[in-house]
């Protein structure tokens, strides 16, 4: 076996420490080396010789842990490993932020030190799903986006105005939610303040999670294909109050597609402890406990299993208005609902 199968820059690190053996793995890294080098326009490991070589992989993708050299049993190579500098794995999503987030998933899975993990050649074609805001409010709507699992989108922020909409495609096992802002005013730099779903103060929430009470869209996505396809999860939740209708559409997509959401105008329906007001009127209501704070309400303390946490009275008039969204902590059965190779719409006051 030689180490120079493969022309340095887009060398994998089994051949790099001279491992006894290679698979077709060493192919992935070069093509994932490659493939970055398209979209970024240079050499993504242009080394001098092999040990800037690994140097340089290194310093993007991390210093590999004893976990990830399993596949060598050179104890020379893994004694090289162990004197290098510690780096971290560093965020190719931030570093790379101009490149399409699903090419840099894709990256991300390509280029993994360990071969073993490397993704493969029979499963490398990725397929996003497409979430495409639609704004049929009066008035404008800045959606806050929270990534639980996955690549953030949609700089976590941004302002829609009446009538418009934005498309945003995730990757295969992304997770996350969303939610509407409302009456925000924003200075040139981003900071600034919403009357409901407020983030911290930031158009584009980094992270930060709407303040309740807020209407919300959750999803976790499953992987698409003709073949072994896992379907997704979604729902829409008034758990953490309500501040606007939201309704998710499926388009495409083959199972039990539903659409499911809030389209009743709760605040006006709101009782009077739950409302959160301003001089417009009530803009948000409250869920029952945020207002009261006591376990039965919070399914917390001996009310955290599904068996003793009670259905309120407020839960219920929830579900009347809202058959198809959440109500309270365990109502999953009327609420949670799955597709397959699905996109979908999220809509404002439809």
């Known amino acids: 076996m030689t180490e120079y199968v493969v022309t340095r820059w887009y060398r994998a690190p089994e051949l790099l420490l001279n491992s006894s053996d290679y698979t077709a793995a060493i192919d992935v890294w070069s093509v994932g080396c490659i493939f970055m080098e398209l979209m970024n326009r240079k050499p993504l490991f242009p080394g001098k010789d092999h040990v800037h070589q690994m140097r340089l992989l290194t310093e993007l993708l991390g210093t590999p842990t004893e976990a990830d050299l399993g596949f060598t049993h050179n104890e020379d190579a893994k004694r090289y490993i162990r004197q290098l500098p510690n780096f971290p794995r560093q965020p190719l999503a931030k570093i790379f932020s101009h490149v399409n987030p699903l090419a840099i998933d894709l ?9 073993n993990r490397r993704i493969t050649g029979t499963i490398s074609i990725v397929s996003g799903t497409d979430f495409t805001l639609t704004n049929r409010c009066s008035f404008t709507i800045w959606p806050g986006i929270l990534t639980a699992n996955g690549t953030p989108i949609g700089d976590g922020g941004f302002a829609l105005a009446s009538g418009s909409s934005v498309t945003l495609t995730v990757s295969p096992g992304w997770s996350g939610r969303f939610w509407g802002r409302t009456g925000c005013n924003f200075d040139a730099s981003g900071s600034g303040k919403c009357t409901t779903g407020d983030c911290g103060g930031k158009l584009k929430c980094a992270g930060a999670g709407g303040a309740p009470p807020a209407t919300l869209a959750e999803f976790t996505i499953g992987s698409s294909g003709k073949k072994n396809a896992v379907q997704d999860f979604y729902d829409v939740s008034l758990v953490d109050g309500y501040n606007v209708q939201m309704k998710i559409t499926p388009q495409g997509g083959s199972g039990n597609c539903q659409t499911a959401g809030c389209v009743s105008d709760v605040n006006a329906i709101c009782p009077n402890e739950l409302r959160v007001t301003d001089a417009t009127g009530v803009v948000a209501c ?12 919070c399914c917390t303390g001996a009310y955290s299993t599904p068996a003793t946490c009670p259905n309120s009275s407020t839960s219920v008039s929830l579900k009347k ?7 309270y902590a365990y109502d999953d059965a009327s609420s949670t609902f799955t597709c397959t190779n699905a996109n979908y719409e999220i809509s404002f006051c439809s």
């Open 107 to 115: 990256v991300d899975r390509m280029l993994t030190f360990d071969p």
């Open 286 to 297: 409250k869920s029952a406990c945020e207002a009261f704070n006591k376990p039965e309400y």
């Open 321 to 327: 208005a809202c058959p198809s969204a959440y109500s």
